[in-house]
């Protein structure tokens, strides 16, 4: 990570871009409480997607939220929304004022423990627009999120995340770069992530 302006937000180097890291991004209590609130209101599913014809459950937990009548569609799936909670719209509103976006919905995903994972790809739905920014905030068990190239396999990146850290992923990084978020035998924490987005073409 580079840190080179005293005052700056570090931002990790994903050629040609920069990802700008926040951390910690909210107050202790205030990550806590929201971690909690997480957990135990938004309406976790375990959804299935089709991939090559087949039907599999999803390796984790997730809610699509969003306002009325955005629906998402990604691996044979449609998500209907979920309505955004009141207590969730001010923390949709702080990470677009730090992204420069205005976000108007949210991928929940609930990773129970180390068996959940994420499959590489990149968030390159038709919805998003051809360069979308995406903010996503990490609350819980750290986990390791990792960039590759989608050119050059080789070229790769990983990113520990931390409960109560935001990292934003500015335009272009989609069509450059696929990511993943792969299992781990380490005993780790439940871990919830929301990726904050803007539905252009609703
Ligand atoms: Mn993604």
Redesign the pocket.
Known sequence: MNNCNRGAVPVYELPPFQLPFHHPFLAPEEADELLALLLERIPWKQDRITLFGREHLIPREQCWIAEDGLTYRYSGQTLEPAQWPDWLRPLARQVGDIAGEHFNSV?ANHYRDGNDS?GW???DEPELGPAPV?A?LSLGGTRRFRFRHREDHGHTLGIDLPHNSLLVMPAGVQSHWH?ALPKTRKPVSPRINL?FRRLVDA
């Open positions: 991928l994420m790809h990149s968030d995406i996503s990511h990726t």
